[in-house]
């Protein structure tokens, strides 16, 4: 079956710091792939999307994520973390089966020490 | 562009009352989709409409849920005979329907409780 996997339910870095969140997906072709951020009591906003060319995308904030086809990941990348980037983060992807069904990781809660 | 809008957003009701729940996408968007989220989990996909039809429906969506886009525009998402495992948050998001972009735009959300 289809899934999406985020390996750490929860991550804590230093300000400054870099970041990594890991995202696996299991699908037979690529799918699209995109990765969301939840802050409290707001909506998910979209980070950025892969649909196809260079595997190293750009979003917004400051982050970037790169697609490896070879291990089926998808992570996210900022190289230092604000206190204001405390927040969930979602990988997600599009099975891109005609339907538009976006399939959701459970999530990764990033805290942020100063 | 107001974004996607929901209401209400919090609601608490006792078992076996029925809720509804609404959404107002972007005003261009022609598809909507309504998620359900849980404590530490992603959102779960639940239904979607392009225009007003629905094309798609999760297993999820048991016989007590019905949503529908009577014009293609807002949409409700009606749970009739509640229980408490239906507590959760019920997300909708819209998107312009073009597979290039392929983007959600989610509302904040309408969060019921079960009792």
């Known amino acids: 079956a289809q899934s999406v996997t985020q390996p750490d339910i929860h991550i804590t870095v230093s300000e400054g710091a870099s970041l990594e969140l890991r995202c696996n997906y299991s699908y037979g072709a690529t799918p699209y792939l995109f990765w969301y951020v939840q802050s409290p009591g707001q909506g998910l906003q979209l980070l950025l999307k892969y649909f196809s060319g260079d595997t190293l995308v750009q979003g917004i904030k400051g982050f970037e994520a790169e697609f490896k086809r070879s291990q089926s990941s998808f992570n996210l990348r900022k190289p230092s973390v604000h206190w204001s980037d405390a927040a969930e983060y979602f990988c997600?992807?599009?099975?891109?089966?005609?339907?538009?069904?976006?399939?959701f990781g459970a999530g990764t809660r990033l805290f942020v020490k100063a | 562009d107001t974004g996607v809008s929901q209401n209400p957003r919090h609601k608490i009701t006792k078992r076996g009352q029925n809720v509804t729940f609404r959404c107002d996408p972007i005003s261009e968007h022609n598809r909507l989709y309504w998620y359900r989220q849980t404590l530490g989990q992603g959102p779960e996909f639940l239904t979607y409409?392009?225009?007003?039809?629905?094309?798609?429906k999760s297993r999820l969506l048991s016989d007590r849920f019905s949503a529908e886009r009577p014009k293609g525009s807002f949409s409700t998402l009606e749970i009739q005979r509640t229980e408490q495992g239906d507590s959760a948050m019920y997300l909708c998001?819209?998107?312009?329907?073009?597979?290039?972009?392929?983007?959600?735009?989610f509302g904040e959300g309408s969060r019921l409780t079960v009792l």
């Open positions: 409409f392009q225009n007003e039809a629905q094309l798609e």
């Open positions: 998001a819209s998107s312009l329907g073009d597979r290039k972009t392929g983007e959600l735009f």
């Open positions: 997600a992807v599009d099975l891109n089966t005609g339907g538009f069904k976006t399939i």
